[in-house]
Every structure is written in structure tokens, then in C-alpha cells.
């Protein structure tokens, strides 16, 4: 159902089938990775990596997708305790819009839609997470959905507290 996970130092990449299955899939895979970075299952920082993941990812499936063709995941541990997540789909000219579910915003909007209604998810992120937003794909057609999420420093899985890893370009 994906293909094999390319875990490399802070960055972890993953692509996985437009299926519900995948981007399930998807989502445990990164639970697996942010916990073997020290966010232990169970842990707050892992909780919400997993939650965005699995909302980014059916997104990606449900609206963001050319079919037959994949979508890309991305975790990225920049520095100072933050997870950068980063989902990747094929459809370049259909973007989700970050309104009333970005952090600080009124959301006011999403408290009228029901459950049942379009919209939870984004509003879900937009809760968990400091900051998300949407760029174009990088040398690929398609665009990149990406959130940061507040994570307080690993003890674990490296020994310790890592104090300084790679900025990943960014
Ligand atoms: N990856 C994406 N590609 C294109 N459109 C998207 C994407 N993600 C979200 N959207 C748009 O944003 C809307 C809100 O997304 P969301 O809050 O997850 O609700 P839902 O998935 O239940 O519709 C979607 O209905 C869709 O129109
Ligand atoms: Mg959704």
C-alpha cells in the first residue's frame, strides 16, 4: 500500500496510494517516527503529529489528488522542539483555504457547520497546530500542505534531549 519508508536523520519521507487505506497508513507510520524520535505513543507531541498526519493525508486523498497518481509525506524536525509536517498531493489548481481555522482567527465559522458538515478537518489542524498553510509542490506538479507543530524536547529514543539537529533547509 506505500512504499517503504526513507527515514534519513530529522527528516522522514513516506509516499503512499490515494486510498483511505494509505493515508491511514500514513498516519501510523508517522506515530512510529515521531515516537522513535523520543515522543513516546501516548504522548501529547504524538498525538497531534498523528491527528494532522491522518487529516492531512485523507485530505490529500479525498480532494488533492490526480487519480492514479501518489501523494508524498514529510516530517521534518527542524529545531527548538517543533515538528514540521508536510503532505504533498498532485492537484495544483484546487487548494485548501486557511480562513477561521488558523490559530488566533475567529472561528466562529466552524462552530455553526455540524459535524456532518465539510470543514472539521482544517479546523482540527488549525487547532493543533502554531501555524499551517499551503505552497506549491517543489518540482512537481501539485501544491504541499504543510503545519508546525509544538513539540517539547524528545527524551528517549536518541539518549537524551537533542539540542540542535539539522535545519533541513528551512
Ligand atoms: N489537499 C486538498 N486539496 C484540495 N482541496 C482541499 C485539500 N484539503 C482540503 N481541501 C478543501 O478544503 C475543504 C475543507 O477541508 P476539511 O476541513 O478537511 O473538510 P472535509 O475534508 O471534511 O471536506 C475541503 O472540503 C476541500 O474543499
Ligand atoms: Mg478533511
Redesign the pocket.
Known amino acids: 500500500m506505500t512504499t517503504p519508508a526513507q527515514p534519513s536523520g530529522d527528516t522522514f519521507e513516506l509516499r503512499f496510494y490515494a486510498t483511505p487505506r494509505g493515508a491511514r497508513l500514513a498516519r501510523r507510520l508517522a506515530s512510529h517516527r515521531v515516537h522513535e524520535w523520543g515522543h513516546r505513543y501516548g504522548t501529547e507531541a504524538n498525538d497531534t503529529v498523528s491527528l494532522v498526519v491522518g487529516?492531512?493525508a485523507?485530505?490529500?486523498v479525498?480532494?488533492?489528488?490526480v487519480p492514479g497518481r501518489g501523494a508524498l509525506l514529510r516530517l521534518v524536525r527542524p529545531a527548538r522542539g517543533s515538528i514540521r509536517v508536510e503532505?504533498s498531493?498532485t492537484?495544483g489548481e484546487?487548494?485548501?483555504?486557511p480562513d477561521g481555522?488558523l490559530p488566533g482567527l475567529s472561528r466562529s465559522r466552524?462552530r455553526s457547520r455540524s459535524e456532518a458538515?465539510?470543514?472539521?478537518?482544517?479546523?482540527?489542524?488549525g487547532a493543533l497546530a502554531q501555524a499551517w498553510g499551503?505552497v506549491p509542490r517543489d518540482g512537481a506538479p501539485g501544491?504541499t500542505?504543510w503545519a508546525e507543530i509544538d513539540a517539547s524536547p524528545a527524551i528517549g529514543a536518541g539518549g537524551g534531549v537533542t539540542p540542535s539537529v539539522r535545519a533541513a533547509g528551512r
Do not use: C
Open positions: 487529516e492531512l485523507a485530505n490529500a479525498t480532494h488533492g489528488l503532505v498531493d492537484r484546487r487548494w485548501p483555504v481555522s466552524s458538515e465539510p470543514g472539521r478537518g482544517l479546523v482540527i489542524v499551503v501544491k500542505v
